[in-house]
């Protein structure tokens, strides 16, 4: 999220937050640049090949949007949307 502050016809852009991957559209390419998970989950997945700086691609939504398919490298991965909601991205270049 952006916001704009306006003082003396001077515009400011300030980042307030990263965007994680469930804000994503279908087909935005992208680059990872946190991953929030701790544990089994955040090594499962470091050995699909996501880590920080690593280019990834959302490629569809289910129905219900509550799994998102991503791919990473040449690699298909379904994740749940509370797991995609612990990778925080950034550059959408869409």
Excluded: W
Aim: with cysteine.
């Amino acid at each position: 999220m952006i916001f704009i502050i306006i003082t003396n016809k001077k515009i400011v852009l300030k980042k307030s937050q990263m965007k994680n991957l469930t804000q994503c559209e279908k087909g935005c390419s992208c680059k990872v640049s946190k991953i929030r998970a701790s544990g089994a989950l955040k090594q499962r997945l470091m050995s699909f090949g996501m880590a920080r700086g690593v280019e990834i691609e959302l490629l569809e939504y289910s129905a219900t949007k509550s799994t998102v398919e991503i791919k990473v490298g040449k690699m298909r991965i379904a994740l749940r949307k509370e797991e995609a909601e612990l990778i925080e991205i950034d550059n959408e270049k869409n």
